[in-house]
């Protein structure tokens, strides 16, 4: 009894993880698609503002618009300049073109042109984030008459800042793009009281109270424009309510995707809630999608399936599913360090440098953190390999992962980069701090002394940057660095200078 107990445990076990495991890759791959076509989206949307706003007529006649009496001329002459290329657009997904003076004011809604000159500084802080930087901003924000996936771009003419343009798509432009390849529902639910707070009382009624939750809103012009408007409401109502009886208040609370089954019409389906934050990186809604899939259903099946068996053979499969489950373990774990790790120093190989610094350099992004990056390398290693033989070259390596070990802290990542090279982040460790740190580093190398080894020493390669420096250019510049500490005599530290110049510690 206590084996059939414990093999229907793992039955459930199983299943758990398989859901578990299924329910992670559906969110993680529905995140990718979202990404993708948003970033395609942004893409079309940067050849539309070159090709055709960031052009010399455009600019000139937005330039004179702080001339008396020049604004409603110009508002008109742009008007009349862009309206074919707006109507095009707005049949490949693009819901807003949309000019702003400086300061946040509107000059010209193409989809609203008689509403112009109300202040939008406190309801798009987007445009604000602009006028501020004078660099493109991008993300999903509500505004006065439709919200949207956001491109706002700011304008120049001869060098001189004079207005900002957005370029805009709404959730249509995404479903239609996703749902061609699986006939999937795609709908937007945005936060009740954001709509209530930044959406003219007019255009209000482009949004239908969500029965899934209360405090939530259905943009409905994607209904109008994507779907059978009458027939997707009935079914939506039908489907809110089913998901409605499930754990939607708690899940709703919880600031990440989640994902829900249900079943229809005698089908199963999925329910995908992609979490949407704004500009300003505050969450503010939900991409929501529905997908038909028998995973639960045919899970349900096997659960049952396997219960009946684990009865009747209890014992036998108790023992043979947790020996099992151990060999299964330990092959993940022996695969993982394998993949990771380098098997001699026991330090990070490539791989696993880069997948612990993408992680650590999207926290120090978000912080706007700065780090220092160190290139080692053995001098004449080819030399100790040689003359005292590989065994010894081994040895060498390993006595070097320790020491670098030894002398940094947690939270520095270090890694054997390849051959006889070394890497190591240092994280949020100022130019000073990492100056000393390579040179001691350099110093306990030179100073080891080992029984079984001839004495070694070694170059560094050090550079410098803050967070917004591309990891690559940081890379390479290190191993210049280092290539210059190797050439001009071994046994040293370079930093190197943006400016091209080097600093020996």
């Given amino acids: ?179 061609y390849e699986d006939k999937a529902f795609y709908g937007l639910l945005i936060q009740k009281n954001i709509v209530d707070t930044k959406v003219w009382q007019e255009n209000r009624q482009y949004y239908l109270l969500a029965h899934l939750d209360s405090r939530y809103l259905w943009d409905k012009k994607a209904f109008d424009t994507l779907y059978n408007h009458s027939n997707e409401i009935k079914k939506l109502r039908k489907i809110e309510s089913r998901l409605h009886a499930q754990t939607m208040d708690e899940l709703i609370k919880k600031p990440k995707d989640f994902l829900l089954p249900f079943e229809y019409q ?51 499969l108790a023992i043979l599913f947790f020996l099992f489950l151990k060999k299964e373990k330990e092959s993940k774990e022996m695969l993982k360090k394998k993949s990771n790790y380098d098997p001699l120093t026991n330090l990070l190989n490539r791989r696993g440098f880069e997948t612990a610094h993408a992680v650590l350099y999207k926290t120090l992004r978000r912080k706007k953190g700065s780090f220092s990056l160190l290139f080692i390398d053995i001098d004449n290693f080819k030399t100790v390999n040689d003359r005292y033989g590989h065994d010894v070259g081994d040895l060498a390596l390993k006595h070097l992962a320790k020491i670098l070990k030894r002398c940094l802290r947690e939270s520095d990542v270090v890694a054997r980069w390849g051959g006889e090279e070394f890497i190591i982040l240092l994280n949020e460790t100022n130019r000073a701090a990492a100056s000393e740190i390579a040179e001691k580093l350099r110093l306990s190398v ?60």
């Fill in 266 to 316: 005698n089908k199963s389906f999925i329910a995908i809630f992609h979490t949407l934050h704004n500009v300003a990186g505050q969450r503010v809604g939900y991409i929501v999608s529905f997908h038909e899939s028998k995973f639960f259903r045919q899970t349900y099946r096997h659960e049952l399936s396997n219960d009946i068996i684990t009865f009747l053979v209890g014992l036998l």
């Fill in 446 to 505: 030179q100073r080891s002394r080992h029984k079984n080894l001839p004495s070694f020493t070694i170059s560094i390669g050090m550079v410098h940057e803050n967070i917004d420096m591309p990891f690559e250019t940081l890379l390479k510049a290190a191993d210049q660095a280092l290539y210059e500490a190797k050439a001009s005599g071994r046994n040293r530290v370079v930093i190197y200078e943006g400016s091209c110049e080097k600093e020996e510690s």
């Fill in 1 to 179: 009894m206590i084996f059939t107990v414990a093999g229907l445990s793992y039955h459930r076990m199983l299943s758990e993880e398989r859901t578990t495991t299924f329910i992670e890759d559906r969110l993680q791959e529905n995140t990718i698609l979202l990404n993708t076509v948003v970033h395609s989206l942004n893409k079309r949307a940067d050849t539309i503002f070159d090709i055709k706003i960031n052009q010399p007529d455009i600019l000139k006649l937005l330039s004179v618009l702080s001339e008396p009496n020049q604004a409603d001329k110009k508002r008109k002459e742009l008007y009349k300049l862009l309206k074919p290329t707006y109507e095009l657009l707005k049949q490949n997904g693009i819901r807003q073109l949309h000019f702003h003076l400086p300061g946040g004011v509107s000059f010209l809604r193409f989809h609203k042109p008689e509403k112009y000159g109300d202040r939008l500084a406190e309801v798009r802080y987007s445009i604000d984030l602009v006028n501020k930087s004078k660099k493109v901003v991008r993300g999903f924000e509500e505004g006065r008459v439709f919200n949207g996936f956001r491109n706002v771009y700011p304008l120049f003419y001869k060098e001189k800042f004079i207005a900002t343009v957005e370029i805009s798509y709404s959730i249509r432009a995404i479903a239609q793009t996703l749902s």
